[in-house]
């Protein structure tokens, strides 16, 4: 079981936003903002090798906007990075057999897009690949809110839908039996409803897939959440069980947010405080069948 961080275009988004109940002047220490108030962030997704088959999780935003609208959202290259980081590995998005959405967000599903071309018409890549979303998940982008109805693409469930390799899952045993082994999920709604949480597993270490619910090291503060969020309480309960669970040496949280870091293990103080621990940097085709960390046996 081969896991590796795949880098996809990267953003700079309000950090107001991103840390919308903690003042300035407390999440500048963790991420330095530039004259417009943006902080970095990385659009990360995470690959999976195994028994012949190659799953992607997630996509990162693309580059499918128009210059004016890339702009706007602050991605920062104009090229497609998540396809010349999996030409880094010897793939091409004809070579993936699944791609796990945890949510329709622009900024975690916009890199199923072709990059941006005039005006021709947008157009799915991955070929081969089923789309897994979970379908609660999927009626939110259908049919979003106001309030976080420019965070979706209006063309894209259309486009899945009409790929015919669209699988809606009700629940986490659903996607489970449909991945299969060594793959398992959770699902939250703090941040969107329906949002789906892969687990991989190995025999030495496993990594959770956080998306949105922590999408950085300066997230596990299990009281911190961003302006973005449906239900904040909620998900600031959902983070601590999640967390709990893997305060455990094999136990990683994967981040697709982190400027720096792909992944960390999760450590908690007598006073029962959630912090990022051994932080790993990206890292290519770990075993975490053999493998306590990248680098490690």
């Known amino acids: 079981m081969l896991v590796s961080s795949i880098r996809g275009n990267s953003q700079r988004l309000d950090g107001g ?45 693309g580059c499918f906007f128009p210059p004016d609208l890339r702009d706007r959202y602050g991605v920062v290259e104009s090229e497609p990075i998540l396809l010349q980081s999996l030409a880094a590995l010897g793939l091409s998005d004809s070579d993936i057999d699944a791609v796990v959405l945890s949510h329709l967000h622009f900024d975690h599903a916009g890199g199923l897009l072709a990059p941006y071309a005039g005006n021709r018409p947008l157009e799915l890549l991955f070929p081969r690949a089923e789309f897994v979303v979970s379908a609660r998940a999927f009626e939110r982008a259908e049919r979003p809110h106001l309030r976080d109805r420019a965070s979706f693409i209006e063309e894209l469930p259309a486009l899945l839908r009409a790929s015919n390799r669209l699988r809606l899952v009700e629940d986490a045993d659903a996607a489970a039996k449909l991945l299969g082994a060594g793959i398992g999920f959770v699902l939250t709604d703090g941040h969107t409803p329906g949002m789906l949480h892969a687990e991989v597993s190995g025999a030495r270490a496993s990594l959770l897939f956080c998306a949105d619910l922590i999408p950085g090291t300066a997230w ?58 051994a932080n790993i940097p990206d890292f290519s085709r770990w075993n975490v069948n053999a493998s ?3 680098g490690t046996s």
């Open 17 to 61: 936003a991103l840390f919308g109940n903690a003042p300035r002047a407390l999440w500048s220490r963790w991420a330095e903002p530039d004259e417009r108030g943006r902080i970095p962030l990385e659009c990360r997704a995470m690959l999976l090798e195994s028994e012949g088959r190659k799953v992607l999780f997630e996509t990162g935003i």
């Open 292 to 294: 306590a960390a990248p």
């Open 220 to 277: 596990v503060n299990q009281a911190i959440t961003m302006g973005y969020d449906r239900y904040p309480e909620r998900l600031v309960d959902e983070k601590g069980d999640l967390c709990a669970a893997r305060v455990t040496d094999s136990h990683h949280l994967f981040y697709t947010h982190d400027p720096r870091f792909a992944a960390s293990r999760v450590t908690r103080d007598a006073r029962g405080r959630f912090a990022p621990h």
